[in-house]
């Protein structure tokens, strides 16, 4: 890493298959509460989410930081709140990954990005070869919006967060086919430099949805 930012680091490529990523971090932002209509929301509290999908896309070539990504998600193109698209549970409230999809839909849509999407979901019947996928997938031009994070679960790792949280997966270590991820919040500050296996990634993740959001920039060949 070696450019520290108060709102985002700049990780550069590494020997090992690190990708340029610009890790956005979630807690340097605050309430964004009535700002062009948003209702209701602090990337503070909420905002893993939109901080995961500005670091993946601002780190494949479209430099869009959370607060953006926040009101592409959280407005309609005519500014009305899009309620829809927003969870609540036990008082906490965040992105789900239908969001996520209508984000990229209108990036494409709207803004003529050239992305791709494809959401890939954990296989029981073939795990291993779901994690060949995953791993030949990030080694190259995709980048992984995931959920992580213990809900109602006594046992658990609690590696990247104590609740539901986005993270970024980014690249693949070529010595050991571990992933570098891009954790929004401060457990993420020390976790830059760390790789952590396929199976700790699915350890960690939320309530058996096993997703990983892949997302690519198809016109560009990211830095390895």
Not at 27 to 52: K, R, T, V
Not at 53 to 75: C, F, N, Q
Not at 86 to 96: I, Y
């Amino acid at each position: 890493m070696d450019i520290i930012n108060e709102k985002y680091d700049i990780i550069l490529p590494n020997e090992f298959g690190r990708k340029y990523t610009k890790r956005y971090k979630q807690y340097m932002y605050s309430n964004i509460e009535g700002q062009d209509g948003i209702p209701n929301w602090e990337l503070h509290d909420f905002g893993c989410g939109p901080s995961s999908m500005a670091t993946i896309l601002s780190s494949i070539g479209y430099d869009l930081d959370p607060i953006s990504v926040a009101k592409l998600m959280l407005l309609d193109e005519y500014g009305n709140a899009i309620d829809f698209y927003t969870n609540k549970e036990n008082g906490r409230l965040g992105m789900s990954t239908l969001g996520f999809l209508y984000l990229l839909q209108e990036l494409i849509k709207t803004k003529g990005l050239n992305l791709e999407y494809q959401l890939v979901k954990y296989s029981y019947e073939h795990p291993e070869l779901k994690k060949a996928q995953i791993i030949e997938m990030i080694k190259h031009d995709y980048m992984a919006l995931i959920l992580v994070g213990p809900k109602g679960k006594i046992e658990h790792p609690r590696t990247f967060s104590n609740y539901g949280h986005y993270i970024a997966v980014t690249s693949v270590n070529n010595l050991n086919d571990e992933f570098y991820v891009a954790n929004p919040n401060k457990t993420g500050d020390f976790q830059i430099d760390t790789t952590y296996s396929y199976e700790t990634l699915i350890s960690n993740m939320y309530t058996n949805t096993f997703d990983f959001l892949m997302v690519k920039n198809k016109s560009l060949v990211l830095k390895r």
